[in-house]
Every structure is written in structure tokens, then in C-alpha cells.
């Protein structure tokens, strides 16, 4: 079995060894500089009980030297990620991340929306304009995705096959909104709706591995998910990993860059310790990326 990286500059020597040609992590956040200031106030807010920070940054850095950073990992796609917190804010979102979209080659182009007047058409927009994934977060958003307002967008995602990485678990921190038996409802309603469950739907996750078996085009990232940082506080229920071993294709690399407590090699070490097996990982770094982004795959078996 491939060895996990040790450092950052070991990432490429680890996606070689699994005879990939490199990652595709559909969890990435690139944002105005604006907004992102303010996500890494919100974390930096947060006080361990040591009065150290909860959640540091790993990666503060300007946009460009994020960019090169994922460059040098070998990530060939990646998505950045927006999501608004009130009204009148996703339209510009998408529109910004439209620009960087185009600017940057690697990334996958990306939207978002919000319960509003208008919705649907500004999202019928983002599409047409070229986008290939949304993302939602409810507890930041802390709107209830079943909202009359949303049913022709999740429609029309749904009959466009355009994924979409939803945080729905409350996990870190719960909202009126999160949790499966919500965004079950959601999925009633749209059976072919292509989602990708951020983070695993932790702290549930059970609930929302159940929805990813019974609905054909739910998937789960990883984002987080298996870290020192996560295992501490919601740590994934060993006798799911048979169940994750089995279905590899339903799993996803997500890292949460540039956002997280730990560095970008320790979420696929993380992967790497639940001996899961080399073709499992092959999967889940590289292919089942690729599949979502419509990219070619590395065509390796998912067993053996």
C-alpha cells in the first residue's frame, strides 16, 4: 500500500505512487477578498479552551500563492466554493467567481444561491455561463433549502446534472436548518439531484452515508473528515468503514483549502491510515472527482 505524505512537498510522490496524475479535491474555497477576510475573523474568533486559536489558518495567504500552492500539490481541479449569508449577495458571488474561473485553468467554475426574488433566473444564468458546480451552506445561510422560492433551482439542477456540495450536517456548529432529515426532504422531491454532502454530513454521519446509498447520485466529501483535528471532537464511527470500503464511488477528496487547522497533507494521510486500500484512494483523490467534473478518469478498478 502507498505510503502517506509526510509534508506539503511530499504530495506529489504519494499521487504518483497510485499511478494517478494528480488530485481533484471538489471542497476549495476562493473567494472575494472581502468575504474571505471575514471567514478567517469568524475562525480566528474561536478560542480553545488554552486560549490558543480553535481553527488557525493553514494557509493565509494571498490569492496568488494559494493558486501556485495548489499547483505544486499536483491538485488539477478544484472549485471555489461561494456561498452568501443574506440577500442580494450570490448574484455577484457567482459573477466574481465566474472571473476567477476564467482566470485560473484549474478551476472548475462555480456558483451558489440563495431563497430570493429572482433566483431561479440568475442561477438559469450562472449556468449558461458556464458553471459545473453550486455550493450551499445552510448553517451559515441558515435558510431552509425546502423554501417554495428554491424548488424550480433544485429542479433545474437536478435535470441539468450539475452537482451540487451541500454542508447540510451541523457539524461544526448546528443550525435551524442543517441535518438529513431536512435535506432528505430536499432529495424526495428531486431524486436526480447530483449532491455532494460536505464533510461527510458530519457530525451525522450515518444518517447522511444511508442517504448516499438510497439516492444514486448523492456522494459524500471528505473534507475534514479523519483529521487529528476532526477525530477529536466528531470522530467517524469505525463500523462505517466497511460500508465506505465498499462503495468507494460515493466517496470524494475534499480538503476545505485554504481553511483548515492542519496541513493539506494531513487530510490525505488521514485517508491514507484507514487502510482502505490503494484502489480506494485511487478513487476517491482522483476519479470520482473527475467523473463530477466531466474530466477524464485514471481508469482504475475500484477493487483489488
Known sequence: ?????????????????????????????????????????????????????????????????????????????????????????AE?????????????????QTATFYPEAGVDAYVAKALEGGARLFKVHLQVGGYDPRDPLLRPVWRRLADAGVPVVAHAGSGPHGGRFTGPAIFSEVLEAHPGLVAVIAHMGMPEYSEFLELALHYERVMLDTTVVFTDFTERSSPYPPALLGVLSAHAERVVLGSDFPNIPHSYAHQLAALTRLDLGDAWLRAVCHDNGARLFGLPTAATPLAG
Not at 493558486?67 to 481541479?77: I, N, P
Not at 458571488?93 to 474561473?101: E, G, K, R, S
Open 92 to 108: 455577484w458571488l457567482n459573477d466574481w467567481a465566474a472571473d476567477f474561473a476564467a482566470a485560473t485553468p484549474a478551476c472548475v
Open 1 to 89: 500500500m502507498v505510503g502517506p505524505p509526510l509534508t506539503d512537498d511530499d504530495v506529489p510522490r504519494f499521487w504518483r505512487e497510485l499511478g494517478l496524475p494528480g488530485l481533484v479535491d471538489v471542497h476549495v474555497h476562493f473567494m472575494p477578498d472581502s468575504v474571505l477576510r471575514k471567514v478567517w475573523a469568524f475562525f480566528d474568533s474561536l478560542q480553545a479552551s488554552d486560549g490558543g486559536p480553535e481553527w488557525p489558518i493553514a494557509y493565509r495567504q494571498d490569492e496568488a500563492a494559494r493558486v501556485r500552492r495548489l499547483r505544486d500539490l499536483g491538485v488539477l481541479a478544484f472549485p471555489s466554493l461561494v456561498y452568501p449569508h443574506k440577500p442580494a449577495m
